[in-house]
């Protein structure tokens, strides 16, 4: 494998470059781009393209041109992107900057808006790149960032469909073989190049939630409709994938003011959720069970116990068919402990409720203890502190067996869901709306994302991903 830099002399001695003289005599010199790429590894064409990078930056006047464009001359978004401690975010930042500075970025000395400097690489560069990275750095000329719909996914390739510019119909590309690139119904940014059989992707991806992806391909959309109107209009492909790489940096290294978490409030009623436990005294815990088992809105659950432990009762307080499609909503729940009492609920009204419906039932067999109220915000930084408990990491069932509950417990709700109501259909259950021409698209879009999101928590979670291919298959609808 030569290490020669194309720009450097011929080590035949001839006088003449090595690009001009032996370069193309050297065995395996007549493969096409597309033969030599499929042959490099990621580190290879990560290596050769950011040490591109390094030489371009060295000329001020190129430097400057190049990052002034890739950050919108924001200082505090070119500091924090090169200051990030995120390794994995740092060395995705610049595979993407340098691919787009070989392969789009302006050349101001040049006057091209949009040349990319691939050839001035490829020219006088004088790093010595390998014959991979050269292979590399000639098919990322005249490429560009677009963002695409993730169809299907295979080990080593995935189906992706563009969705800016209106392309063709979905295309296989190429991905690096034992990595989790994307999982179906992501919405990505990639840059694709030529490939011996289909195209590949680019060392970089903007990784983006569905949500904000879709969000981003309509104000590309609309940026370019602007730019047609233009008198001097900017290239259309280069500028959308230059808006994409700028959304992507701004996701990512942007100013990182925590949101406000939304307000949450109860089913049946405007008060806010947070966490509510109360504990009783309880004096004779079978005259207890015998009150409470009087009421009709009260279901009963006897855990089986141990040897020796104490009896595993609970009771859930319900608010009968108060839900659509008749279901039930839970007001608060009890559980028996070794000290007592345990009701937990969503809402401090709902606390007191739930205290006045055991005092008026059980009389003098339950005195109220004490009560804990803790926020949203609050549980979320004591979980995030402590991690999963011991008990729920000894208690995880066998992957084979929790993905086949999960698939159980998911069929048969989303089943009832489909004759369910939902207000992102304006009222309409699932299988109506998809007899709709106006509406079936947003129950396409929405059997997208029950996909998509269970996906990404199977992938995280190292199990095998729930299959709603029934859900599609009962609509009518195609994926």
Excluded at 185 to 201: A, I, N, Q
Excluded at 220 to 243: F, I, Q, T, Y
Excluded at 398 to 404: A, C, K, L, M, T
Aim: glycine share 8%; charged share 30%; net charge neutral.
């Amino acid at each position: 494998m030569s290490k020669t830099g194309l720009a450097d002399p011929c080590p035949c001695g001839s006088g003449k470059a090595y690009r001009d003289c032996c370069f193309a005599k050297e065995p395996g010199a007549g493969r096409s781009a597309q033969e030599s790429m499929s042959m490099s590894s990621y580190a290879e064409r990560y290596n050769a393209a950011t040490s591109a990078l390094g030489w371009l930056l060295e000329d001020e006047r190129r430097r400057n041109g190049i990052l002034d464009c890739f950050y919108r001359g924001e200082e505090d978004l070119y500091d924090s992107a090169w200051d990030s401690k995120d390794d994995a975010n740092c060395l995705m930042h610049s595979a993407l900057l340098a691919e787009w500075a070989i392969a789009e970025a302006p050349d101001l000395a040049g006057g091209a808006k949009h040349a990319g400097f691939a050839r001035l690489v490829l020219r006088k560069c004088p790093v010595a790149f390998s014959r991979e990275g050269l292979a590399w750095i000639r098919a990322l000329e005249g490429s560009a960032m677009s963002l695409y719909e993730v169809r299907q996914t295979e080990p080593g390739r995935m189906l992706v469909q563009e969705l800016v510019h209106g392309g063709t119909g979905p295309e296989w590309i190429e991905t690096y073989s034992g990595v989790n690139v994307a999982v179906q119904w992501d919405v990505v940014g990639l840059r694709l190049v030529p490939g011996r059989e289909f195209r590949r992707m680019g060392t970089g991806l903007l990784d983006f939630e569905r949500s904000a992806g879709l969000r981003l391909v309509s104000q590309v959309k609309k940026w370019l409709v602007r730019n047609a109107r233009h008198k001097d209009p900017e290239d259309p492909v280069r500028m959308a994938g230059l808006l994409c790489l700028q959304a992507w940096l701004y996701q990512t290294f942007g100013p990182n003011e925590e949101a406000p978490l939304p307000r949450l409030v109860v089913g049946g009623s405007n008060e806010e959720v947070c966490f509510v436990k109360d504990w009783f005294r309880v004096a004779d815990w079978d005259a207890l069970k015998d009150a409470l088992a009087s009421r009709e809105d009260v279901r009963f659950d006897d855990r089986k116990a141990g040897s020796g432990e104490a009896p595993r009762w609970s009771w859930t307080w319900l608010e009968r068919g108060a839900m659509e499609g008749g279901m039930d909503r839970v007001l608060a729940t009890f559980f028996r402990k070794p000290d007592g009492l345990l009701v937990e609920c969503m809402a401090k009204g709902r606390a007191d409720a739930a205290r006045a419906m055991l005092e008026a039932c059980a009389g003098g067999l339950a005195k109220h203890a004490s009560r804990s109220v803790e926020s949203i915000q609050d549980a979320l930084a004591r979980r995030m502190q402590e991690g999963p408990s011991p008990e729920v990491k000894s208690n995880r069932l066998p992957p084979d067996v929790e993905s086949e509950v999960l698939r159980q417990v998911s069929e048969r709700y989303y089943r009832q869901w489909m004759d369910m109501s939902v207000p992102a259909l304006d009222g309409r259950t699932p299988r109506h709306a998809a007899r709709l021409k106006t509406q079936k698209a947003k129950v396409v879009e929405l059997l997208k994302d029950i996909e998509n999101s269970e996906n990404a928590r199977a992938r995280n979670e190292g199990r095998q991903p729930v299959d709603f291919g029934f859900l599609w298959k009962e609509l009518g609808l195609e994926r």
